[in-house]
């Protein structure tokens, strides 16, 4: 029981930490985008 514990908890930061990362990821390429249609 304890291990299913710790196993969601686990579960739950990695799920936050993917989401957090996906966010980055997604300003920095509409950021990156921006400045190449600016430049060109």
């Known amino acids: 029981m304890k291990l299913l514990k710790q196993?969601?908890?686990?579960?739950?930061?990695?799920?936050m930490l993917e989401t957090v990362a996906f966010q980055a990821f997604g300003s920095f390429e509409t950021l990156g985008s921006k400045l190449s249609h600016g430049t060109s």
């Open 7 to 15: 196993i969601f908890k686990l579960s739950g930061v990695r799920k």
